[in-house]
């Protein structure tokens, strides 16, 4: 079963894993009342990794136990992507020994019933966590752009220092000059050098 939900989100992408109809009905109208915009719902374990391989999820949440598994692998698997969040929803009896296994993978577990405060803030510390990766990861990407901007403005100063004989400040300032007269930047002027002297 495939069920997509609609309203306005923070998150905006979720999985809900659960065998019943209940529970994907009452777990889909917490997150509709905290504005998660598209929800999908799957029956089973192997129907969720099918359906992770297919598109990313922002959020997974798994109401255990599931037709054919507990739930615990799927959450540790799901914890391996890179920005996926989990909540994982466990019987009470079950769950010291599961939080105990998963909560170093930075899964959330709570114990059912579900007490609607615990959910919201559970829900409320993944979608930290979420937006804290996120922006780890946008700086990480911006920091090796600048990185790589570097080594190619460095392999442009090099070819130009070694055919040219100029000195490192002049091949500097050149291409500086370069990406102010042409309007474009640094690594760009770098780029035309080295596609046009490197084989010399």
Do not use: W
């Not at 997509?4 to 917490?30: C, F, Q, R, T, W």
């Not at 829900?123 to 979420?130: I, K």
């Not at 400040?169 to 035309?192: C, S």
Request: charged share 30%; net charge positive.
């Amino acid at each position: 079963m495939n069920l997509i939900l609609k309203g306005k989100a923070v998150m905006e992408n979720v999985m809900i894993v659960s065998s019943s109809d209940k529970g994907v009905l009452y777990i889909s109208e917490m997150l509709n009342s905290a504005l998660v915009c598209i929800i999908t719902a799957v029956r089973s374990g192997s129907e969720a990794r099918r359906m992770l391989l297919e598109r990313d999820f922002d959020l997974v949440i798994i109401n255990a136990p599931l037709r054919d598994e507990t739930g615990e692998s799927l959450a540790l698997h799901v914890a391996s992507k890179e920005f996926t969040q989990v909540i994982l929803l466990v019987k009470r009896e079950f769950f010291e020994v599961m939080s105990a296994v998963c909560e170093n993978e930075g899964i959330l577990t709570i114990s059912k019933p579900v007490n609607k405060y615990i959910f919201m803030s559970a829900l409320s510390l993944a979608r930290s966590a979420y937006n804290k990766l996120r922006k780890v990861h946008h700086e990480n990407d911006q920091l090796r752009k600048k990185i790589e901007d570097i080594r190619i403005v460095d392999r442009a100063k090099c070819i130009l220092i070694s055919l040219f004989n100029m000195s490192e400040k002049e091949a500097h300032r050149y291409i500086e000059k370069q990406a102010m007269d042409m309007r474009i930047t640094k690594r760009a002027v770098a780029e035309r050098i080295i596609k046009t002297y490197e084989n010399f």
